[in-house]
Nanobody
Framework: QVQLVESGGGLVQAGGSLRLSCAISGRTFSRYAMSWFRQAPGKEREFVASISWNSGSTYYADSVKGRFTISRDNAKDTVYLQMNSLKPEDTAVYYC???????????????WGQGTQVTVSS
């Protein structure tokens, strides 16, 4: 059984930083493209960032470019999202997802974590 577990969320002031982690178990982690999505109350889940299986390619939503960095450590079966210069509009539940190929569309993902709350105060 595949399991993704996110951690690292919390409450931070605007301009601050957080680092999210997502650990995967039950499958060969290195096969999967890994992505972060987020969902604010009353809104659809939206793409944030993605990284290819070998870290050769990364993709970002325009809203986070230059502030967020996605990375992965295949030896630790973990993907990270470093979030800097956080804004109140970044407040959401953040989810990691695994798919065999990159996609910004949530329905194309095979596995999801349970989510971690990020709250940015103004």
């Amino acid at each position: 059984q595949v399991q993704l577990v996110e951690s690292g969320g919390g409450l931070v002031q605007a301009g601050g930083s957080l680092r999210l982690s997502c650990a995967i178990s039950g499958r060969t982690f290195s096969r999967y493209a890994m992505s972060w999505f987020r969902q604010a109350p009353g809104k659809e889940r939206e793409f944030v960032a993605s990284i290819s299986w070998n870290s050769g390619s990364t993709y970002y939503a325009d809203s986070v470019k230059g502030r967020f960095t996605i990375s992965r450590d295949n030896a630790k079966d973990t993907v990270y999202l470093q979030m800097n210069s956080l804004k109140p509009e970044d407040t959401a539940v953040y989810y990691c997802g695994a798919a065999l190929t990159y996609s910004p569309i949530p329905r194309n993902y095979d596995y999801w974590g349970q989510g971690t709350q990020v709250t940015v105060s103004s």
